[in-house]
């Protein structure tokens, strides 16, 4: 019997693990593999071993602390910038009053445009409707004020700015939908009582809402942080790592290497880098949530 | 009784060769599906040409219109993967490398449907049509617009007298064309005026440009800075795969072109494909630009504002440029189209001989596209566009300087990209001009050895 009940959560779990092992793995030996070897766009055929020479290159490479850095700064601002919008709208949305409304199921529904939308679509909306300097919506909006727009994605100064501000928005809805959700488990009584000993609505967020659903922040933040991380099509769309590499972001270097200079084995050293770096965050967020669990 | 059952029957055995027949006629009918690069073509492909082929034969034909850089990559992967996706692939000779396996030998087809090679001038068979390195002894594509860049200006600017007084009080030398790429700078920068401010007498209601090309990194940018390159007399390597991109020469190119763009060119040209700068040209914006020829009608098209306003001109000299050229050159670009290996090859090669031989004249008459030599002799031709007497023989003497690219597979990866990825990091401060002539040239020869070209 013992033993019976210690072979069942195996056997539910093996189908998944086996599945998962050949989905997620396989691509991951391979490319590891291929990033030991020099292998070229142009010469499928001619694999040759190189060992550990093209990750020395890539840490020596300019190029890819430029990148690391561009990444940095995207990761960064899409998470930040996503967190806090839709903490805002969340927190607004379940106010009461508004709650529960028409107006508010129509904007929930409004909101959620971006993240069903395709990532390119999303990416060539921005460059050719809304950042657009002469016909786009930012600026025209800025020409009502009499202020005169830059050009947003051409220059060094503003693009990773435009770049990140319209990731952001595609990434918001997911995270007003989690803390949507999150903040509608908060007990009404808490609240009620909070109002009771003169809590303001801001206060009663700070001191009540956000330590409930802390969990929810953490996990929207991993979530958002490593989809920025290896963020492709939006970019891609939006000014294909330009103007120059400003916002060449690791996962545009990857495609750069592999695709427009022909070499496969660079392009899977940066990509398997990617992945290293992912795995750390991941983990690091795992093992501080775990300390804060403990805490409690 | 007996009546409805046989009706039934009948009516059962009518739907159900209906069905046959549709099933059996989808799948007779061949698809023919072709990866297009962008270009004035596409229109007359689209709405007349492949319409008419379709309705003179039944054969089904399927175009995709990418970006150039998407172009090449989207036919390696489909080359690499034997996939048979397409029949019929835009030919630029630069790009050959990347998919020549998978490319058909054409000498039996031209043999068997009697193709007129004949008509194609020596330089273009060479540039466009074999590949010695790759696939020797083979014919890989049939060209359809080889070409190479030339100047082209507004011609009533450069006439109008307050401009020309205007210019020779700036400069101390008449507005003409340039004969240096320096002149050329000075015009671009005489031109460059904001909004408010005139140009032959006319206000100007949004800013105007001196120069463009279309720029985006790297395809954009290397297909306009290489017209740097060439004109310094640099090759990019000799014979021996000896590199000369380390000559000092390239940091003065360099720099010459980040003024110029910095100082002329509209800033959105940093996001334009191929040919797009000409639609700002055709708006008035801009006073003079590179022009690829395959682009000319977007500019002198009846009923465009520039029709008959443009003028032309060979690319200028840069003085002390290593190999003593008289005027600027770039490389031979454009190209033809070319057939993969599969199933459908004799169908395609068939239809491509269709529309480049057969419909000859009326494909240049709808694109002003140039390959053959009875296109440059047919009257019909030569009478289509007046602008045709000025815009021609610029033309064919800039041909006669093109630079035919080195037929090895590691082209793109050595000068396409790169030489882009250079110009670009030099303008956006990325690098310093040394250190990126300095990667430049390491992954040439780094590419080299590895190839087995050098040891």
């Known amino acids: ?296 | 009784m007996q009546r409805i059952r046989t009706y039934r029957r009948l009516s059962l055995a009518l739907a159900l060769a209906l069905v046959v027949g549709l099933v059996t006629a989808t799948f007779a009918q061949t698809t023919l599906r072709i990866a297009e690069h962008p270009g004035p073509h596409v229109g007359p492909m689209e709405d007349y040409f492949i319409p008419l082929y379709e309705e003179l034969t039944g054969v089904n034909i399927v175009m995709e219109v990418l970006p150039p850089d998407q172009l090449w990559q989207r036919m390696q992967l489909e080359a690499a993967a034997d996939s048979d996706y397409y029949d019929i692939g835009y030919h630029s000779p630069g790009w050959f490398g990347y998919y020549h396996e998978k490319v058909a030998g054409l000498d039996d087809l031209i043999e068997e449907h009697g193709f007129g090679i004949d008509q194609y001038s020596q330089a273009v068979v060479e540039s466009h049509m074999i590949n010695p390195a790759l696939r020797p002894g083979e014919i890989i594509a049939i060209a359809r617009n080889p070409q190479t860049p030339i100047y082209a200006y507004r011609l009533d600017w450069f006439e109008h007298q307050g401009e020309r007084e205007a210019f020779q009080a700036e400069y101390g030398r008449e507005l003409a064309p340039p004969q240096t790429w320096e002149e050329l700078y000075d015009i671009a920068v005489f031109f460059t005026r904001p909004a408010g401010e005139t140009v032959a007498d006319e206000t100007l209601t949004a800013p105007l440009f001196g120069y463009s090309a279309s720029i985006i990194p790297p395809g954009g940018m290397a297909r306009a800075f290489l017209a740097i390159v060439y004109s310094l007399g640099l090759e990019g390597w000799d014979e021996d795969f000896q590199t000369d991109l380390d000559d000092p020469i390239l940091l003065e190119g360099v720099d010459y072109w980040t003024r110029l763009i910095e100082d002329t060119f509209p800033p959105q040209a940093q996001s334009w494909n191929f040919l797009e700068h000409l639609s700002f040209m055709r708006e008035s914006r801009l006073a003079t630009a590179e022009l690829w020829p395959e682009g000319v009608l977007t500019i002198e098209e009846e009923g465009a504002p520039t029709a008959g306003r443009i003028g032309y001109a060979l690319l200028p000299q840069w003085p002390g440029n290593r190999q003593d050229l008289p005027v600027g050159r770039s490389f031979i670009g454009g190209g033809g189209m070319l057939i993969f290996d599969t199933p459908n090859r004799d169908e395609a090669f068939q239809f491509v001989q269709w529309l480049l031989e057969d419909q000859a004249t009326e494909f240049n008459l709808r694109t002003a596209m140039f390959a053959r030599a009875d296109q440059f002799e047919d009257p019909e031709v030569l009478g289509a566009y007046d602008f045709y007497d000025s815009f021609l023989p610029v033309f064919e003497e800039q041909m006669s300087y093109g630079f035919p690219r080195q037929p090895i597979a590691e082209w793109g990866a050595v000068m396409y990209t790169p030489v882009g990825e250079f110009a670009s990091d030099v303008l956006f401060d990325v690098m310093t001009p040394e250190q990126a002539q300095q990667r430049l040239v390491d992954n040439m020869e780094r590419i080299f050895v590895e190839s087995g070209y050098v040891d």
């Open chain 1, 1 to 296: 019997m013992s033993s019976r009940r210690n072979f069942n959560p195996w056997a539910f779990i093996l189908p998944g693990a086996i599945a998962g092992g050949v989905v997620l793995g396989v691509p991951v030996v391979q490319a590891f593999w291929t990033s030991l070897h020099r292998l070229r766009l142009y010469r499928l055929h001619d694999q040759v071993y190189v060992g550990l020479d093209n990750y020395s290159r890539l840490l020596q490479d300019p190029l890819f602390h430029l990148s690391i850095r561009s990444t940095v700064v995207f990761t960064a601002g899409c998470t930040v910038l996503s967190v806090l919008a839709g903490l805002m709208v969340a927190a607004i949305m379940s106010t009461r009053g508004i709650r529960g409304t028409a107006w508010a199921r129509l904007f929930m529904a409004f909101y959620l445009v971006p993240f069903v939308a395709t990532q390119v679509v999303v990416g060539m909306l921005g460059r050719l409707y809304v950042w657009e300097p002469e016909y786009g919506l930012v600026n025209f909006v800025l020409g009502l004020i009499a202020v005169d727009g830059p050009a947003w994605l051409i220059s060094r100064d503003t693009a990773m700015l435009a770049t990140v501000i319209t990731n952001a928005w595609r990434l918001t809805p997911l995270a007003i939908l989690i803390f949507y959700a999150a903040l509608a488990t908060v007990p009404d009584e808490l609240i009620e009582s909070a109002e009771v000993d003169g809590a303001g609505g801001l206060r009663t967020f700070m001191a009540i809402k956000l330590p409930l659903i802390r969990y929810h922040i953490g996990f929207v933040t991993l979530i958002q942080l490593t989809s920025a991380f290896r963020e492709f099509d939006t970019v891609f769309a939006l000014t294909g790592g330009g103007p120059g590499r400003a916002t060449n972001v690791l996962s545009l270097l990857v495609y750069n290497e592999g695709i427009s200079s022909a070499n496969l084995g660079m392009a899977n050293a940066i990509a398997f880098t990617m992945l290293i770096i992912v795995g750390f965050l991941s983990l690091l967020y795992m093992r501080l949530a775990r300390l804060d669990k403990v805490g409690d």
